[in-house]
C-alpha cells in the first residue's frame, strides 16, 4: 500500500510561481505523476516521472511545469511558474508500481489534493 500526502496550496497571482510537494511512503512505486481537476472538467494528467528521471507533460503545461522527486526525502515536486487562472485546479499525486509512466489517469494509489487558485 502506498500513501501520498501532498501540501504547498495556495492563492497566487497570475504569473507567479507556486511548488507543490508529495510525500510518499509505503510500497516502492516506479512511476509518479501529478494531476488537476478544475470545477465542472474531468481529471487532467499534467506531468508524470519514471524511476529513471524521464518524464512527460501535457502540451499545455510544458515550459512552465516541471516534475521532479528527491529520493532520499521519498518526495515529488511540481514547480509551476508563470501561473494562469486557468492554472486554478485541485492539484493530485499519483503512484504507480508499473514502468508504464504517463499522464493518462492509469495509476494506482492518489493523494487528498491541494487546491491552487490563481488570480
Known amino acids: 500500500h502506498v500513501q501520498l500526502v501532498e501540501s504547498g496550496r495556495g492563492s497566487v497571482q497570475a504569473g507567479g510561481s507556486l511548488t507543490l510537494s508529495c510525500v510518499v511512503s509505503?510500497?516502492?512505486?516506479?512511476?509518479m505523476g501529478w494531476f488537476r481537476q478544475a470545477p465542472g472538467k474531468e481529471r487532467e494528467g499534467v506531468a508524470a516521472?519514471?524511476?529513471?528521471?524521464?518524464?512527460s507533460y501535457a502540451d499545455s503545461v510544458k515550459g512552465r511545469f516541471t516534475i521532479s522527486e528527491d529520493n532520499a526525502k521519498n518526495t515529488l515536486y511540481l514547480q509551476i511558474n508563470d501561473l494562469k487562472p486557468e492554472d486554478t485546479a485541485m492539484y493530485y499525486c499519483?503512484?504507480?508500481?508499473?514502468?508504464?509512466?504517463?499522464?493518462?489517469?492509469?495509476?494506482?494509489?492518489w493523494g487528498q489534493g491541494t487546491q491552487v487558485t490563481v488570480s
Open positions: 509505503g510500497s516502492p512505486t516506479y512511476c
Open positions: 516521472i519514471l524511476e529513471n528521471g524521464s518524464t
Open positions: 499519483a503512484a504507480r508500481a508499473s514502468r508504464a509512466c504517463t499522464i493518462l489517469p492509469e495509476y494506482d494509489y
